[in-house]
């Protein structure tokens, strides 16, 4: 059992950048591969990048374009997500996700956090 809790959401201007971070209150990462998906309002939930286990191999959502990096920590039990060029279309609640393989499919997914809020005005 992992219990997954992210932090660092927030309002930021359009241009900005940001980090938000996944921690594991309970049990380990360093099995799984982690990923964040984010949701917007009235929209399904999109995968937006996946790392692996052993931080060798990462995977982005197509409509990230570069402007996202997933970083993980396995001693601290975290994942990272920095976040350049933050545009109002980002705006979404952000999701940090274990899987046992590199998986862009959000059922294919154990165990989830509760989300962090990200807020990009224009």
């Known amino acids: 059992q992992v219990q997954l809790v992210e932090s660092g959401g927030g309002l930021v201007q359009a241009g900005a950048s940001l980090n938000i971070s996944c921690t594991a209150s309970?049990?380990?990462?360093?099995?799984?591969?982690m990923a964040w998906f984010r949701q917007a309002p009235g929209k399904e939930r999109e995968f937006v990048a996946v790392?692996?286990?052993?931080?060798?191999?990462?995977f982005y959502g197509d409509s990230m374009s570069g402007r996202f990096t997933i970083s993980r920590d396995n001693a601290k039990n975290a994942v990272y997500l920095q976040m350049n060029s933050l545009q109002p279309g980002d705006t979404a609640v952000y999701y940090c996700a274990s899987s046992i393989g590199l998986q862009e499919e959000a059922r294919l997914y154990v165990y989830w956090g509760q989300g962090t809020q990200v807020t990009v005005s224009s």
């Open positions: 309970a049990g380990t990462i360093t099995n799984y591969a």
């Open positions: 790392i692996s286990q052993n931080i060798d191999t990462t």
